[in-house]
């Protein structure tokens, strides 16, 4: 597939922030970009500026997902059991590791092993960076367990975790969702980045409690497709009509069954003065007050997608009723607001149960 101007631009993106990192030599480092994913390529002289490049390559705008294939290359590079000895060392002496006895190191071939336990996140992350910059490591196999000091509910948990996500100004959280099960953190949803997924991750990491996290992310709106790159009369015919397929793919998943439904729920307030049955009052009760709910449980949605979908259930329930209402009320027989209510019903119904199933692909990994 020909590469197109966003992934030209995303390709740039990314090589401007590898010749500005001060802490990585990228002569040898080759970028490619197709569809918004990130191909790093080439040779680095160590573990470390694989790792800092790859990071430098997911934070760039407009990347959708970084494939880091760097090869790190060390002219003389130390024996295994040098390697070892040097990081068994840097470990012990961290004053950040509580029990650094605790980590067990092996190294095969320039490849380091971490297994162990630690207490905290953070100290996980320390014995990995103590790991990385040391000389003629090749790459880092991160095993190492999480033990929490006290044990805390998966409810507590979750509530940290959400607000955390909420707090963090660098993150938009509004269609993260966040199950806990037994100390593992699930998130699931979407978020306008590709670097927000790993930020996400790196904030529920920190709760203390968690032992685990599942981070199924994606991103929703960065992407070519979206991009200021492809926006209409800015790219290609072909970019333009990408642009169009993915807002239409949006809308019809989620936010056009909600729609539909304000305006079904918006037309049963109107109808008993529309049709002219105002002044039957057991229809017109019936209609205004379903209405009313329907329009409520719609607008909720609209603005509120990812953790409301049991609110389409309701709006589903509320068509239905619509449906039986004639024959419960009593009014079959009055051709205006019974033909109107088992339609309007049957359609609200339909949307209803559209927008729950719509939104389920969202809370699936």
Request: with cysteine; aromatic share 8%; glycine share 8%.
């Given at each position: 597939m020909a590469t197109t101007d966003s992934d030209a631009k995303v390709r740039e993106n990314v090589l401007d922030k590898l010749r500005h990192d001060i802490r990585i030599d990228a002569s040898n480092i080759a970028v490619s970009v197709h569809d918004g994913v990130v191909y790093l390529n080439g040779t680095v002289p160590s573990c470390f500026q694989k790792m800092i490049a790859g990071q430098d390559a997911q934070n760039s705008k407009g990347v959708l997902d970084v494939v880091n294939s760097l090869v790190v290359t060390v002219p003389l590079p130390p024996t295994d059991e040098e390697i070892?000895?040097?990081?068994?060392?840097?470990?012990?002496?961290?004053?950040?590791?509580?029990?650094?006895?605790?980590?067990?190191?092996?190294?095969?071939?320039?490849?380091v092993?971490?297994?162990?336990?630690?207490?905290?996140?953070?100290?996980?992350?320390?014995a990995e960076e103590d790991a990385r910059t040391v000389s003629g490591v090749v790459d880092v196999v991160?095993?190492?367990?999480?033990?929490?000091?006290?044990?805390?509910?998966?409810?507590?948990?979750?509530?940290?975790v959400r607000h955390a996500l909420d707090a963090d100004p660098d993150l938009n959280a509004a269609q993260i969702e966040v199950n806990v099960v037994n100390g593992t953190v699930h998130l699931r949803g979407t978020v306008p980045a590709y670097s927000q997924i790993s930020k996400a991750s790196d904030d529920a990491w920190r709760v203390p409690g968690v032992v685990n996290v599942v981070n199924a992310l994606t991103v929703l709106a960065e992407s070519p497709s979206l991009s200021s790159a492809n926006r209409p009369g800015?790219?290609?015919?072909?970019?333009?009509?990408?642009?169009?397929?993915?807002?239409?793919?949006?809308?019809?998943?989620?936010?056009?069954?909600?729609?539909?439904?304000?305006?079904m729920g918006g037309?049963?307030?109107?109808?008993?003065?529309?049709?002219?049955?105002?002044?039957?009052?057991?229809?017109?009760?019936?209609?205004?007050?379903?209405?009313?709910?329907?329009?409520?449980?719609?607008?909720?949605?609209?603005?509120?997608?990812?953790?409301?979908?049991?609110?389409?259930?309701?709006?589903?329930?509320?068509?239905?009723?619509?449906?039986?209402?004639?024959?419960?009320?009593?009014?079959?027989?009055?051709?205006?607001?019974?033909?109107?209510?088992?339609?309007?019903?049957?359609?609200?119904?339909?949307?209803?149960?559209?927008?729950?199933?719509?939104?389920?692909?969202?809370?699936?990994?």
């Open positions: 070892a000895a040097t990081i068994r060392g840097n470990l012990d002496r961290d004053v950040r590791i509580l029990h650094p006895e605790r980590i067990h190191v092996t190294v095969r071939n320039g490849v092993t971490l297994a162990g336990t630690v207490s905290t996140y953070s100290q996980r992350q320390d991160d095993q190492i367990s999480i033990v929490p000091t006290f044990a805390r509910t998966d409810a507590e948990i979750a509530a940290d800015e790219g290609s015919s072909n970019a333009g009509g990408e642009t169009v397929e993915g807002a239409l793919t949006w809308l019809g998943l989620v936010k056009l069954p909600n729609l539909l439904s304000l305006l037309w049963e307030m109107l109808a008993p003065f529309a049709l002219g049955y105002a002044d039957l009052t057991v229809p017109t009760t019936s209609d205004i007050v379903v209405g009313f709910l329907v329009v409520l449980c719609a607008a909720i949605r609209l603005f509120k997608v990812e953790r409301t979908a049991w609110l389409s259930w309701v709006i589903a329930a509320l068509g239905l009723w619509l449906v039986l209402a004639p024959f419960v009320l009593g009014y079959v027989t009055i051709p205006g607001p019974a033909m109107n209510d088992v339609g309007i019903g049957t359609f609200t119904f339909v949307f209803g149960i559209w927008g729950a199933l719509a939104t389920a692909p969202l809370r699936t990994e």
